[in-house]
């Protein structure tokens, strides 16, 4: 059975690659994530607001008692308890490209062009074979325009792609007012893949202490609709691979993936669940349902569901919604 599948360029030995998570966090578990069966591993993300704070520490260190200090950094989680700091995070790309043979796929998470943005050149240079940028930016300014919103991200990508030369991702969300145009402005930007989608983490109320508080809740396999219908769409239509994130979280949920044009489909709650050996698992029961119908290789089926292949491409627009409603029985 022929599991390859090919992303950003690189030739995989299968398509199921673990998402930013605390399971990129040591090189162990890397290894781990490896020795699994995965893929190609995204690192966890370095955000936009560590480097920016740790050059405050550094300032606020040499100038002590000079000035006040910022008092809105109190408002920013303690980053050393979220995950380790910029320079060992490039410490620990280079030990881990040392341990294993797959790809390891650096990620940056910020919201604005400046200085942080160079730590992409030392992703590249810490070994990492590509990078995701994950744009996360909730646009609260009742001024602020569609079109404004998405310079951020075009802006972001092509100050990025100036400085590395490994291949970009852009991990996007699906607010925007038309998806595929955005798409292909990040296309043309010079992304090589995109990822669909990043989870909008809501906060929420605590009615004890009336504060807003976080809630992570894990995803499950109901939310794979979402970035399954856009990949769907967008197959074929833009010139960059694309990759799956949310939902995946057993063989039919990567098959359907893979189906309707993914060239990877990414999982991360199902292995917080239930451990890293779902991996094998799931590769184990995507190989059982290929051979059961007759698919020779991974290629074959990718994008063989998507809009532009299947018999009623009205199913992803409006006939989907009226259909829908129309089977409801209470």
Same mark, same amino acid.
């Given at each position: 059975?022929?599991?390859?599948?090919?992303?950003?360029?690189?030739?995989?030995?299968?398509?199921?690659?673990?998402?930013?998570?605390?399971?990129?966090?040591?090189?162990?578990?890397?290894?781990? $994530?490896?020795?699994?069966?995965?893929?190609?591993?995204?690192?966890?993300?370095?955000?936009?607001?560590?480097?920016?704070?740790?050059?405050?520490?550094?300032?606020?260190?040499?100038?002590?008692?000079?000035?006040?200090?910022?008092?809105?950094?109190?408002?920013?989680?303690?980053?050393?308890?979220?995950?380790?700091?910029?320079?060992?995070?490039?410490?620990?790309? %280079?030990?881990?490209?040392?341990?294993?043979?797959?790809?390891?796929?650096?990620?940056?998470?910020?919201?604005?062009?400046?200085?942080?943005?160079?730590?992409?050149? $030392?992703?590249?240079?810490?070994?990492?074979?590509? @990078?995701?940028?994950?744009?996360?930016?909730?646009?609260?300014?009742?001024?602020?325009?569609?079109?404004?919103?998405?310079?951020?991200?075009?802006?972001?990508?092509?100050?990025?792609?100036?400085?590395?030369?490994?291949?970009?991702?852009?991990?996007?969300?699906?607010?925007?007012? %038309?998806?595929?145009?955005?798409?292909?402005?990040?296309?043309?930007?010079?992304?090589?893949?995109?990822?669909?989608?990043?989870?909008?983490?809501?906060?929420?109320?605590?009615?004890?202490? @009336?504060?807003?508080?976080?809630?992570?809740?894990?995803?499950?396999?109901?939310?794979?609709?979402?970035?399954?219908?856009?990949?769907?769409?967008?197959?074929?239509?833009?010139?960059?691979?694309?990759?799956?994130?949310?939902?995946?979280?057993?063989?039919?949920?990567?098959?359907?993936?893979?189906?309707?044009?993914? %060239?990877?489909?990414?999982?991360?709650?199902?292995?917080?669940?239930?451990?890293?050996?779902?991996?094998?698992?799931? @590769?184990?029961?995507?190989?059982?349902?290929?051979?059961?119908?007759?698919?020779?290789?991974?290629?074959?089926?990718?994008?063989?569901?998507?809009?532009?292949?299947?018999?009623?491409?009205?199913?992803?627009?409006?006939?989907?919604?009226?259909?829908?409603?129309?089977?409801?029985? %209470?």
């Amino acid at each position: 059975m022929d599991m390859i599948a090919r992303y950003m360029g690189f030739e995989l030995k299968n398509p199921l690659v673990p998402s930013a998570s605390p399971l990129s966090h040591s090189v162990d578990s890397i290894r781990r $994530l490896e020795d699994a069966g995965a893929a190609a591993v995204v690192m966890y993300s370095l955000f936009e607001e560590q480097i920016t704070l740790e050059s405050f520490y550094i300032d606020y260190y040499l100038n002590h008692g000079t000035d006040s200090y910022a008092e809105s950094l109190n408002y920013f989680p303690d980053m050393e308890s979220y995950n380790i700091g910029p320079d060992d995070y490039l410490k620990l790309i %280079s030990r881990a490209k040392e341990k294993v043979d797959i790809p390891i796929i650096g990620s940056l998470n910020g919201i604005s062009t400046g200085g942080w943005i160079d730590y992409a050149a $030392l992703i590249e240079d810490a070994g990492a074979d590509a @990078l995701e940028m994950n744009v996360y930016y909730i646009p609260t300014n009742t001024f602020l325009t569609g079109e404004e919103v998405e310079y951020i991200y075009t802006d972001i990508l092509r100050e990025v792609k100036k400085i590395v030369s490994i291949p970009v991702a852009v991990k996007l969300s699906p607010y925007f007012s %038309s998806l595929p145009n955005m798409a292909r402005k990040l296309a043309d930007a010079g992304a090589d893949a995109l990822v669909l989608f990043n989870r909008f983490y809501q906060p929420d109320l605590d009615l004890e202490t @009336l504060e807003v508080v976080p809630r992570l809740v894990l995803s499950n396999s109901n939310e794979l609709r979402l970035p399954l219908s856009w990949v769907a769409i967008l197959y074929g239509r833009v010139g960059v691979d694309l990759a799956i994130t949310t939902g995946v979280h057993t063989f039919e949920d990567a098959l359907k993936g893979l189906m309707a044009g993914a %060239s990877v489909v990414m999982m991360a709650s199902e292995l917080l669940k239930n451990g890293l050996g779902r991996i094998s698992e799931i @590769l184990t029961e995507m190989e059982r349902w290929m051979e059961e119908h007759e698919y020779a290789a991974v290629a074959q089926m990718t994008g063989s569901m998507s809009q532009i292949n299947v018999a009623e491409p009205a199913a992803f627009e409006r006939a989907n919604y009226m259909k829908m409603l129309a089977s409801y029985r %209470s």
